[in-house]
């Protein structure tokens, strides 16, 4: 398999491309990361050096890469979070010539926006490009519930309403929707959910909260899902699987004490994933 991965790039720490790409390559995965930006750092830590990369530069990367006949051999392109509307318009170009030499391929698109407990921190016009022009191009799509909420301008809250609204986001274009973050009020006190919605069914897995934020989990999350749908097209174990190596990463990062992930560390829970949270159809 080989995914094109469109997505930021930091030298300290794992966020973007800097956290999805090594545990693809772990699962065997071959990828073509394109950058976005080039920072020291996340911008979490308020202070960061390096350039945002031109929209016409990352464009450029790409027609090289095409350029070296490598289109019909891409089997997904993946996206996270998107800066700019240049970037978006990037991205989706990407996606049209590799759909055109590939018409199995897929794009998978998180739609970084925000989460619920620091609301929407990007800039006004991203959930705006985000929900009229890329979701409908997008063959997966994997918001926290927040993000669902605010793409589909609804409020999932318990199992059925976040069934209800990924069914809308759905509806936008995206075949399969993956819903990481979810909290419902039903729920047994200190887990957290993810929910996996496709044509065939909804699974949902539950697993213990690790109190901590981790930049850059989301990315791993997504990324691993996709290679792992896209390769066997069951979303029940993708879910499993993926589920199953974030977990164990961020449950070793927390150990760490250390603020970024322990990718390198974490690398046996994506080649070998234990498996240890029970997937749940709920439809």
Known sequence: MKILSIQSAVAYGHVGNSAAVFPLQRIGVEVLPVYTVNFSNHTGYGAWRGPLIAPADVADVITGIEERGVLPQIDVVLSGYQGS????????????????ANPAAVYSCDPVMGNAKSGCFVAPAIPVLLRERVVPHADIITPNQFELGFLTGTEPADLDSTLA??????????????????????????????????????????????????????????????AHFRGTGDAADALARTTSSVFDLLERTHASGERE???????????????QFEVRQVR
């Open 85 to 100: 509307e240049g970037i978006g318009d990037v991205i989706l170009d990407a996606v049209a010539r590799v759909k055109a």
């Open 165 to 226: 609204s990924a069914d809308r986001a759905r509806d936008m274009g995206p075949r399969t929707v993956l819903v990481t973050s979810v909290e419902r009020p039903d729920a047994a006190e200190g887990t957290i959910e993810m929910l996996a919605v496709t044509d065939d069914g909804a699974w949902i897995v539950q697993t213990p909260r690790i109190p901590m934020k981790a930049n850059g989990s989301g990315d791993v999350t997504a990324a691993l899902f996709t």
């Open 261 to 275: 992930l322990q990718l390198v560390e974490s690398q046996e829970s994506y080649a070998h994933p234990r498996m």
